[in-house]
């Protein structure tokens, strides 16, 4: 009797994964545009605050301004006993994806 209620209790369980995977496959999202501009305000931060740890990312959105178009981010980093967050903006020419400037502010907030 024992071992009806094992089987039984790992059939309930095939199925209900089996119900649930194409679910689980659409979760996967693709990756967001502004992804590729998250990697590089991550990258040029770390560099300017070599001692510091990225410790939480945010995209704060994207303005168009003329032929470019501005990323917006805020990165809280840890140094030591500090925490602080850095405001990333990077403009880039629309078209071509050229940087234009990469600008940062130190924020306590």
Known sequence: MRKIFI??????AIISASTYLP???HVQQ??????KWGAL?????QSKYPNAKI??????????????????FKLWLKEGDKEFGVLVRIE??????KVVTIDFEETSR
């Open 7 to 12: 089987a039984l209790g790992i059939f309930i």
């Open 23 to 25: 679910t689980i496959a």
């Open 30 to 35: 693709e990756i967001p545009s502004y992804a």
């Open 41 to 45: 305000a991550m990258k040029e931060t």
């Open 55 to 72: 410790i939480d990312y945010l995209h704060e959105g994207s303005e168009s301004k003329g032929d470019s178009t501005i990323e917006k």
């Open 92 to 97: 880039y020419t629309t078209e071509t994806e």
